[in-house]
């Protein structure tokens, strides 16, 4: 047996992890035998940090206690609630204040975005897509086409495909896909880690090809934030949206992200979906007939936000700030690379895995791809204490999360899943 796959050495990795003691801050489920599961789903649904409760029932008590009055004069009050997490929520994606807010659902943002952001205009109408982005992106993609009265299958929308026998894209050949669109490119929008392949694309280099041709560049944040350290401002990226319940461990349908570069911020020429919370703040309350947005991401609200959602964010942005993504992210390169070599000391011939080898082409999960689409295994390694996801057509997603897996974890795991490759 490889030494790297002893207990003794995973046991020692753990003890040099700085960042260790983040875990007891997390609820792990149990397994059937009661013991604590293998949890490699935070690319899913993140865990619930402890705090949550009390950060949610602290909202609880202010609305039973001061009801409308609550909005002035709750602890935290709810009229401006969104700004306590605006800082900390632009910490984690490498953006200013103004850049970024929380509201609405992910998908929700993204229309509110393409609304202001993907405008065809002559020939520049062309969207490049990856193939096989996630279902939900493709909808709001070929919804909005259609709203503009194009049609999706005339060839305005380009999708990306790795080259033959390759299981993920190129920066190459993104580059030169955006320079032949050229200035028939209205929009790039790709995620920042695909769902699938848990490949990492290099969003500055695709930036700078998509502005180099003129275009608006956005992506899809939803595997990125909380798992790479991202640069959304120096990357000069134009849009970005986020959702909270996967690595930002806010909770299911948690409140999601947006970031919209500082150069937009006073641009209010932009078509925009408006609601009342969008508008200035000092005479939002004067009700008046006229929209007087906001500048910045704030600008794009429309409505008053739910309490309890920006509660249960505000309970693990905390956490993160207190953890830093700079030191998630190095651990997180850590426990994949661990992950990573335990699998490759697995002798067999069922599964591979597709995700890029190199660091910087990932983020923490790893996507093993099963012979023959077996499911069998995943069951196997499910019945044995693992909360993994199987993906269609054949692959296991399992994504250790630097937060609050272990290095014992991703030991385990190996372990168990190569007692079950015997089977
Ligand atoms: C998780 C995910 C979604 C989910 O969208 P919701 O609007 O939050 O339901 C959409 N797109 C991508 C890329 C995702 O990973």
């Known amino acids: 047996m490889n030494p790297d796959h002893t207990s003794n050495a995973a046991a020692e990795l753990d003890e040099a992890d700085e960042l260790r003691h983040f875990r007891e801050r997390f609820l792990i489920p149990k397994a059937a035998d009661g013991s604590e599961s293998i949890y490699f789903t935070g690319n899913s649904l993140g865990l619930q940090p402890k705090s949550t409760r009390s950060y949610i029932e602290a909202e609880l008590d202010d609305w039973a206690r001061l009801a409308v009055e609550g909005h002035l004069h709750a602890a935290h009050p709810w009229l401006p609630y969104h700004e306590f997490l605006t800082e900390k929520m632009a910490r984690v994606v490498g953006a200013k204040p103004i850049e970024t807010v929380v509201m609405n659902s992910l998908t929700v943002n993204l229309h509110l975005m393409l609304v202001s952001f993907y405008r065809p205009d002559g020939e520049r109408r062309k969207i490049i897509i990856e193939k096989g982005a996630f279902a939900s992106d493709r909808y709001a993609i070929e919804s909005q086409m259609k709203f503009h009265g194009q049609r999706p299958n005339d060839g305005d929308l380009i999708e990306l495909e790795p080259r033959e026998g390759e299981a993920t894209l190129r920066t190459a050949d993104i580059v030169e896909a955006i320079e032949r669109a050229c200035d028939e490119l209205a929009l790039v929008l790709l995620g920042g880690v695909n769902y699938y392949t848990g490949q990492a694309f290099d969003m500055e280099a695709i930036t700078r090809a998509g502005h180099g041709v003129g275009s608006v560049v956005g992506f899809d944040l939803a595997h990125a934030a909380g798992n790479l350290e991202l640069r959304l401002h120096e990357w000069d990226v134009d849009f970005a949206v986020w959702c909270s ?57 429309i409505s008053n936000p739910p309490i309890f959602q920006m509660a249960a964010l505000r309970a693990s942005l905390d956490i993160f700030d207190e953890a830093g993504m700079d030191r998630l992210r190095k651990k997180s390169e850590r426990l994949t690379g661990y992950l990573e070599s335990l699998l490759s000391g697995i002798e067999n011939e069922r599964i591979s895995v597709i995700t890029p080898s190199a660091p910087a082409d990932r983020g923490c999960q790893l996507s093993i791809r099963v012979k023959d689409a077996d499911k069998g295994l995943f069951d196997a390694i499910t019945e044995r204490g693992v909360v993994a996801d199987w993906r269609e057509p054949d692959v296991i997603r399992v994504a250790p999360v630097p937060l609050y897996n272990s290095f014992e974890d991703v030991r385990r795991f190996a372990e168990i899943l190569e007692s079950c490759l015997k089977i």
Do not use: C, S
């Open 245 to 301: 319940y996967k690595y930002l461990n806010a909770g299911p349908g948690g409140i999601a992200g947006v970031f919209v570069h500082e150069r937009h911020a006073r641009d209010f020429t932009l078509p925009r979906f408006a609601g009342w919370w969008g508008h200035d703040k000092e005479t939002r309350f004067l009700m008046g007939p006229d929209f007087v947005p906001l500048a910045g991401a704030e600008g794009w609200q």
